[in-house]
């Protein structure tokens, strides 16, 4: 008796422990899918802004100000502001009201504003499918999940060919996203 009552609590444990590292990527995707889907560029990425001389610069505030609220790491955080450095020293050289014209934001390594960063694409998804989750170690797992969109007239879902592979990590006592990795397989 004492063994299945300890087998239960165990797998209810267990169960908790795999929803919340769950819930969070969920929670991110949801809070990220509603921004991108109503526009609101300054929450889910950098924004172009004027300095107080009339240049260009790239306000990142709003944005890791999200990524923190929807548990991601420090060195999440750090690796992902390092991948504007390139638009960002290039930008600072551009006045704001050229940027207000035709700007071919590609040669100034700023092609982030042509699609959403944590679904790879152009176009935005409806929502995220869980299809797998594997314990890496005590502070670190595994998230697969599958992109859809959804018919709510049909109410069908239709999946994309794309998955996001995210890592968590546990930081006093706390699942923080650590790697997202968008691939077709």
């Known amino acids: ?16 422990f795999c929803d919340n590292q769950e819930n969070i990527v969920l929670e991110f995707y949801s809070w990220y899918i509603s921004v991108a889907g109503h526009q609101s560029e300054v929450e889910y990425r950098p924004v172009f802004k004027s300095d107080t ?32 450095k ?18 071919f934001y590609d040669e100034f390594g700023c092609s982030f504003v042509y699609n959403y960063r944590w679904i790879h694409s152009q176009e935005t998804i409806d929502g995220v499918l869980i299809v797998e989750v594997k314990k890496i170690s005590e502070d670190k797992q595994f998230i697969k999940g599958q992109f859809y969109n959804k018919d709510e007239e049909n109410n069908e879902f239709y999946y994309w060919e794309w998955y ?6 546990k930081e006093k006592n706390s699942w ?3 790697d997202i990795f968008i691939t077709d397989k």
């Open 1 to 16: 008796m004492k063994l299945i009552i300890l087998i239960s609590i165990l797998s209810l444990f267990n169960n908790n």
């Open 53 to 84: 001389n009339g240049m260009v610069i790239l306000d990142m505030e709003k944005y890791i100000q999200n990524l923190r609220k929807y548990n991601f790491s420090e060195n999440m955080i750090y690796r992902e502001i390092s991948t504007y």
């Open 86 to 103: 390139d638009c960002i020293t290039k930008i600072k050289n551009v006045k704001y009201e050229e940027l207000l014209e035709d700007f």
């Open 164 to 169: 996001c592979h995210i890592t968590l990590i």
């Open 176 to 178: 923080l996203i650590d």
